[in-house]
């Protein structure tokens, strides 16, 4: 938990919100501990090479972009992308190296979409590789790695980013950006879920709302970001869940994990309603792997395990059984 305060306070004190409470409570533990310095000190040099990114223009980029806008207006309505973000920032960088607003072309884009059951790998031009849940799309401008690194994202993919200190890599989602120099992590940004969750395997990630740059959280190895899109809540947390890439890696892992984690992770992986007839059942825990598993597979060796039964119909699956009468430690 000292790693995430750390984190917590040394975003703060570069963006200058900390207190002077919080200020003196990470000068003790950076001065204490070695390790906790080396982590204030790897967020600075993100937090650093990162804002490098942002243009430093003195022209209109604002009149530019809206006069790019009412062009757009012009075009046929079935060619036009979402107006996010991304492309005003892109118009500004056009501007800002001296190509003009023109030379930043809406359509000269890439789009990758995935239809419900498929999976994509897509290879950038920077050697990262994204891989493409089911129902997801990733747009990316065709200057990408140029001048910039950045794409929108919709859906759910992992990402697995190229290090290159002098252009941060940035995904954009419908609420959130997300900002990496080299790193890996999963990214959750469906649009029926109301949030975004990002969980990092290695690196630092940071996730910020979109409209509000003060609401941010920096993110480590083994942790998970999750910013409420309707409560504007933006919260970081130890991941302690193994499964969040399982729609990738096609392995399911339960060390002694609690049923009500076990039915959630299956649920999702198998796209499933499974529950327990009663409350005992769920103080069960369960121990077991799965490589490419099938739900017949995975729901009988679970009732075998717990001496439990299953009924099914369609897809919805219900466990029945004495289960467990106390919470397993």
């Known amino acids: ?63 530019s972009w809206n006069s790019l806008q009412r062009r757009l207006k012009e075009k046929p309505q079935a060619n036009v992308f979402s107006l996010s973000q991304f492309y005003k920032i892109a118009a500004a960088i056009a501007i800002s ?84 120099l080299g790193t890996s992590f999963n990214v959750d940004a469906r649009s029926e879920k109301k949030s975004v969750e990002v969980d990092v395997t290695t690196g630092l990630v940071s996730l910020t709302e979109i409209d509000n740059s003060s609401n941010q959280v920096v993110l480590s190895s083994g942790m998970k970001g ?40 299956i649920e999702e992986y198998f796209e499933i309603d499974i529950s327990a007839s009663n409350e005992d059942i769920l103080n069960c825990t369960f121990t077991s792997t799965f490589s490419k598993p099938t739900v017949r597979e995975v729901v009988e060796i679970l009732s075998l395990t717990l001496d439990l039964e299953y009924q099914q119909v369609g897809d919805q699956y219900t466990l029945t059984g004495e289960g467990c009468k106390e919470v397993q430690e």
């Open 97 to 180: 190296i001296g190509l003009g607003v023109s030379a930043f072309n809406l359509w000269d884009t890439e789009r990758y979409v995935t239809n419900e059951g498929e999976k994509l790998e897509v290879s950038l031009a920077d050697q990262s590789l994204i891989t493409l849940n089911e129902n997801s799309s990733l747009t990316i401008s065709r200057v990408f790695n140029k001048e910039f690194r950045m794409v929108v994202f919709e859906g759910e993919a992992y990402f697995d980013i190229t290090e290159n200190p002098e252009k941060p890599f940035i995904i954009e989602t419908n609420s959130t950006e997300i900002r990496v």
């Open 1 to 63: 938990m000292s790693t995430n305060r750390v984190i917590d306070l040394s975003v703060k004190k570069l963006s200058g919100t900390i207190t002077g409470e919080e200020l003196s409570e990470l000068e003790a533990f950076i001065s204490e501990n070695d390790e906790l310095l080396k982590v204030h000190e790897e967020a600075v040099t993100i937090w650093e090479k990162s804002n490098k990114y942002v243009p430093k223009v003195s022209i209109d980029a604002e009149t």
């Open 226 to 265: 999750i910013f409420n899109s309707e409560s504007k809540e933006l919260v970081s947390l130890e991941s302690e869940n193994e499964n969040f890439q399982a729609w990738r890696t096609e392995v399911l892992v339960f060390d002694d994990l609690k049923m009500p984690r076990v039915l959630s992770d």
